[in-house]
């Protein structure tokens, strides 16, 4: 007897299979690639950190010896941070929460005189949407949360060669050093692009990239806003 | 000015902006390449190019809307469970997109004879438009997770197939006057139509960083 | 309704047919859609291509081999599945091995499941044709696509950066100081050349543009249509004169 290809009940019966078969497959296959891909982000995420909070002096480093800068100077901030306002977290306690939450980290260094650790500063997650899609990365600050220290892309999506530059060195040292207070009157925190006038640009403003407006303007949008959403998160955790 | 005010903006100047990006800013087809299959080959007609452009905003609204509910309703709850929503959203959505266009072939050829010899051709083109798909996986990016739900994702999925649409009524329209003036002969057909695509995607360069959500 | 029919094409002729031949994009344009947009940096352009050039050969072979099996009324639904559980292989291949670049062309990668070249083949020819003719139609069918994409990919980078295999180890300047241009100059006599005539290489950032895309890739189906124009009237003229001769040789 000959199989009717196209009796109902065997389409349904084929579709149901061939979708089985081929889900699983690829489950399988993510399951065995899932410990790989958790290592390069986390190898990828300690040397971020290592960079932003310039603990490497700028060159870029090995996988091993920044697994050890980031052993000896960063830990993770054990507090939850939450921003009242807008619910936006920052940090979970450590420990808790899944593989994409937000945390934020604390480096310590060496003091001066030789006894203890002092905080250099904290490194905050920062995401907004690019040009493209999601950009992520991490703003490090003093622990005055006054200045910052550097910034750091960790996933994007932009154009490479134009918004893909914000990953480059060279830009992303301008941000060591700016002013990250509050502005009065209320405007940008950091201004990327235009022509910086008047005394309050001083010490906030870098410079855009030719060609990149698109993904200049997002960048400076939701870093005003995550700068704004950590410091008001920092201040209602004092406050306990 | 347009940037600063879409951050302060009301939910409906929000929504507004939001259709605008979606049309004019990122515009599919100019700015992210999205769809050019049918838009070379069906924009020599001005009718069909005007039947593919309603048809395609009609699906990419519908099926921006279908994955966006499938996608928060059961991906996601299910990845808590360990299933790779990332990896397997490509295979919902394109499997809901090709169902739909089926689903509507049906509809369409019980209700109307007329429009579906019409439409006939382009319905399964359709669902090779990358345009549907790519909007589909940017709405995942761009628009989840952000409040305003499923207003903002019906918003999206139109502006996007609005600016497709626009998109491919230009071509149509330019490519009529092209049939009078003389084009080197190598140049015909694919080629030209190209050469104006650049231009309008230089054009369209103009709207980029206008309006940032 | 019945079966469709097991053609009989040998694997080498398929593939020399789908590389050169007919290839689509020579003809037809179609499916440059997902990847144009990676075509500004070669190494990008590179990964595409292997992952587009694995698709089109493994779905043409599972779809072979599927083909008498495969009711028709959802033909289209599991091959457009088929195409789209490869690209996902793909997609987590390079997310393991290719972690800077995964994030840059994530998007386009899975554009391929739409790319009418691919489903197009699938319908024309793997439906219909024996396993190996089906994987060597599709590997020929993916190359073909792969050299055009290549040769945007090539213009659009030295153009548009100066260099090619911009950002990895194998990175090469071509233009501007100190490149493969300079090199050559210097080699004939002419270093300074450039200088003293007062010539600067500037970066043609439309280039890395989508704008810049289209235009290369219009200038490439230019040549490849005068060439093939060309070819054409050279035998029709051949053609007409042979007939005139044969006209001729009764008299």
Redesign the interface.
């Known amino acids: 007897m000959k199989l009717n290809v196209n009796n109902p009940a065997y389409v349904i019966v084929f579709a149901a299979v061939v979708s089985a078969v081929f889900t699983a497959a690829i489950m399988t296959l993510h399951a065995v690639t899932r410990p790989i891909v958790e290592r390069n982000e986390r190898l990828a995420m300690q040397r971020a950190l290592v960079d932003v909070f310039a603990l490497n002096d700028g060159r870029a480093l090995e996988d091993e010896a920044a697994a050890v800068l980031y052993a000896d100077h960063i830990r993770q901030v054990e507090r939850e941070i939450v921003d009242p306002r807008t619910g936006h977290t920052f940090n979970v306690p450590p420990g808790r929460g899944d593989r994409h939450a937000h945390r934020t980290y604390k480096a310590m260094v060496s003091d001066a005189g030789g006894d203890g650790q002092r905080l250099l500063g904290y490194a905050f997650p920062i995401w907004g949407t690019g040009f493209w899609a999601r950009i992520e990365g991490y703003l490090a600050v003093s622990g005055d949360l006054k200045t910052s220290l550097g910034v750091v892309f960790i996933r994007h999506a932009e154009t490479p060669g134009l918004g893909g530059r914000i990953t480059e060195r060279e830009w992303r040292s301008q941000f060591a050093g700016l002013d990250v207070t509050a502005p009065t009157p209320p405007g940008r925190v950091i201004y990327i692009g235009g022509q910086g006038a008047g005394a309050m640009r001083q010490g906030r403003r870098v410079d855009a990239i030719t060609g990149a407006t698109g993904t200049s303007r997002a960048v400076e949008t939701f870093l005003r806003r995550r700068i704004a959403e950590f410091r008001r998160a920092m201040a209602a955790g004092e406050g306990r | 000015m347009i940037a600063q005010a879409a951050t302060n903006a009301t939910p409906s100047l929000h929504l507004l902006l939001v259709l605008l990006s979606a049309a004019l800013t990122e515009n599919i087809l100019l700015t992210r390449f999205l769809g050019m299959c049918p838009f070379l080959s069906v924009s020599k007609e001005f009718r069909s190019a005007f039947g593919m452009g309603l048809a395609v905003l009609f699906v990419v609204t519908c099926t921006c809307l279908l994955n966006y509910a499938l996608y928060t309703g059961v991906l996601v709850p299910l990845s808590h469970y360990g299933v790779p929503a990332e990896s397997l959203k490509l295979i919902l959505f394109i499997v809901v997109i090709a169902a739909f266009v089926q689903l509507m072939e049906m509809v369409i050829e019980r209700i109307s004879i007329r429009l579906y010899f019409a439409l006939g051709i382009f319905l399964p083109l359709i669902t090779v438009n990358c345009a549907i798909l790519g909007a589909s996986l940017f709405m995942v990016t761009n628009v989840t997770g952000k409040g305003y739900g499923a207003a903002r994702v019906l918003l999206y999925g139109f502006g996007t197939g609005l600016g497709w649409f626009i998109a491919i009524m230009l071509m149509a329209g330019i490519r009529r006057r092209l049939r009078t003036a003389k084009v080197p002969p190598g140049l015909e057909g694919p080629g030209i139509t190209l050469i104006v695509t650049g231009i309008m995607a230089m054009a369209f360069v103009i709207f980029q960083g206008m309006i940032k959500i | ?1 019945p ?1 469709l029919p097991t053609t009989s094409v040998p694997p080498r002729r398929a593939l020399l047919d789908q590389f050169w031949k007919e290839n689509p994009i020579f003809r ?7 990847a ?2 990676v075509t ?2 070669v190494f ?1 352009t590179t990964l595409m291509c292997l992952g587009l050039i694995w698709t089109t050969t493994m779905a043409g072979l599972t779809v072979s081999l ?1 083909r ?7 033909r ?3 091959q ?3 195409v ?2 490869y ?3 793909v ?2 291949v390079f ?2 091995r290719f ?1 800077q670049t995964h ?2 062309i ?2 386009y990668v ?2 391929i ?4 070249i691919v ?1 197009g083949r699938l319908e024309a020819f793997a439906s219909k044709n024996r396993p190996l003719a089906a994987m060597a139609d599709g590997f020929g069918a993916g190359l073909g696509y792969s050299a055009i994409l290549m040769f945007v990919a090539v213009v659009r980078e030295i153009l ?2 100066g260099t090619l295999l ?2 990895t180890a194998w990175e090469v300047q071509v233009v501007g100081p100190g490149g493969l241009v300079d090199g050559a100059l210097g080699a004939l006599g002419l270093a300074g050349a450039m200088d003293s005539a007062g010539l600067q290489w500037r970066n043609w ?2 280039m ?8 290369v ?2 200038v490439a ?3 490849a ?2 060439h093939a ?1 060309r070819r054409e009237n050279a035998r029709r003229e051949q053609d007409d004169r042979q007939a005139e001769q044969a006209k001729e040789e009764p008299a």
């Open positions: 309704m079966d037809q344009v179609l499916g440059i859609c997902s144009l947009a500004n940096l990008n599927l008498n099996a495969m009711p028709r009324r959802i289209i639904m599991v457009i599945l088929i789209a559980v690209v996902i292989v997609d987590i997310k393991v972690y994030s840059q994530a998007a899975g554009l499941v739409t790319n009418c489903l548009g950066f911009k950002y950032t439309i890395v543009m989508p704008p810049g895309a289209f235009f890739l219009a189906v230019w040549l249509r005068s124009l």
